[in-house]
C-alpha cells in the first residue's frame, strides 16, 4: 500500500483542515499548554490573513487556523522550505490575528492568546541540536515572568532522529507521522496499540482515498518544491561563487600592494638593484622603475 507524505499541501489541509478531533490531538501534543489548559473543541476559520509577498517562496507554505472553546486562536504552518524573513512573517501573522480579536469598543482584558506553530521541512538553526524553539515574551531578569498574549513554536523536522521504536508519547507519535510514517506501520505489525487519531491520520495519507487529480496536483506540488529548492540552491552557489571571487580579486589586490610597498622599501634603502628587487617580490622591472 502507498501511502501519501502528509507534508504535502493536499494531503496536509486533508488531514489536518478537515478533521477536528485530529487536529485536537495534534495541537495538544506538540503545543506548550499545560496540564489542565488542553484544547477540548476547536472551529475552523478562515486561513487567508494577509496576502503573501512577491519575495517569499509562493509554494512552501500550508496553514490551517482554528479557534478553540476558550477563544484561544491557533496557526498551524507546514512549511516545506525556510527563508529567514519566515521568522517575521510568522510574527506578522500572530500580531495579525491577535488584533483582529477586539471591536472598537472592547476591551484588551478580552484578549486570548494566539499560538502559532511552524512545522519546518528544513534547518535554520544550525547551532543547535533542538528541534522544538518556543518563544514567548518574557522578562530577561526573571524568566519565571512573562506576558501572554503570543507564543511562537517553531519544529525543525529534519532534526528529528527516532530514539525508541516503542515510545508511545503522543508528541512523538505526531512527529513520527510527519516523517517517519514506515516507523508507525512497523509498530502496528509489532501489534503495538496507537491512538485512534493517528490511525485516523494515516488512513487519510492512503493513495487510495484521492482522485486521479488529486493524486496528479499532490504530484505538481511536488515538483513545484523541488524546483524551488533548486532555484534557491542554484541562487545560493551562484552567490557564493560572486563572494569567493570578489574576495580573491580583493587578496589579490591587497597582496600586490604589499609587494609594491616592500619593493619600494626595498629601492629607497638602496641596497638592491632593480633586478634583484624584481626577483624578489615578483614585479617587473618598469613597474619598479615606477615606484
Known amino acids: 500500500m502507498r501511502y501519501l507524505d502528509p507534508k504535502n499541501d493536499l494531503i496536509f489541509k486533508r488531514v489536518f483542515g478537515e478533521h477536528p478531533n485530529i487536529t485536537i490531538s495534534f495541537l495538544n501534543a506538540l503545543l506548550p499548554l499545560g496540564d489542565g489548559n488542553e484544547i477540548?473543541?476547536?472551529?475552523y476559520m478562515q486561513t487567508e490573513l494577509v496576502p503573501e509577498k512577491p519575495h517569499l517562496i509562493k509554494n512552501s507554505i500550508v496553514d490551517v487556523r482554528c479557534k478553540d472553546s476558550f477563544e484561544r486562536q491557533f496557526i498551524v504552518e507546514m512549511q516545506m522550505i525556510w527563508a529567514e524573513t519566515f521568522k517575521y512573517r510568522v510574527l506578522f501573522n500572530a500580531s495579525k490575528t491577535f488584533v483582529r480579536q477586539l471591536q472598537k469598543t472592547e476591551d484588551y482584558i478580552k484578549l486570548k492568546t494566539v499560538y502559532a506553530l511552524s512545522l519546518i521541512d528544513d534547518t535554520f538553526d544550525k547551532?543547535?541540536?533542538e528541534s522544538y524553539h518556543h518563544y514567548k515574551l518574557t522578562n530577561q531578569n526573571d524568566l519565571t515572568k512573562t506576558i501572554d498574549g503570543m507564543e511562537l513554536i517553531f519544529v525543525e523536522l529534519p532534526k528529528y532522529k527516532l530514539k525508541n521504536l516503542n515510545d508511545k508519547k503522543l508528541n512523538i507519535l505526531w512527529l513520527r507521522y510527519l516523517t517517519e510514517m514506515e516507523k508507525l506501520m512497523d509498530m502496528q505489525k509489532?501489534?503495538?496499540s496507537l491512538p485512534e487519531e493517528i490511525l485516523q491520520?494515516?488512513?487519510?495519507t492512503h493513495e487510495s482515498n484521492y482522485t486521479p487529480e488529486q493524486l496528479a496536483a499532490y504530484d505538481k506540488y511536488?515538483?513545484?518544491i523541488r524546483t524551488e529548492k533548486t532555484l534557491i540552491a542554484d541562487a545560493e552557489a551562484r552567490g557564493e561563487a560572486k563572494g569567493e571571487a570578489r574576495g580573491q580579486a580583493k587578496g589579490e589586490a591587497k597582496g600586490e600592494a604589499r609587494l609594491r610597498l616592500t619593493a619600494k622599501n626595498f629601492k629607497t634603502l638602496g641596497l638592491?638593484?632593480?633586478q634583484q628587487i624584481a626577483d624578489a617580490t615578483g614585479l617587473s622591472i618598469s613597474e619598479i622603475n615606477s615606484l
Not at 40 to 43: R, V
Request: aromatic share 0%; glycine share 0%.
Open 40 to 43: 477540548i473543541s476547536i472551529e
Open 127 to 129: 547551532e543547535s541540536e
Open 190 to 192: 509489532a501489534n503495538i
Open 201 to 204: 491520520a494515516i488512513e487519510l
Open 222 to 224: 511536488i515538483d513545484a
Open 272 to 274: 638592491l638593484t632593480n
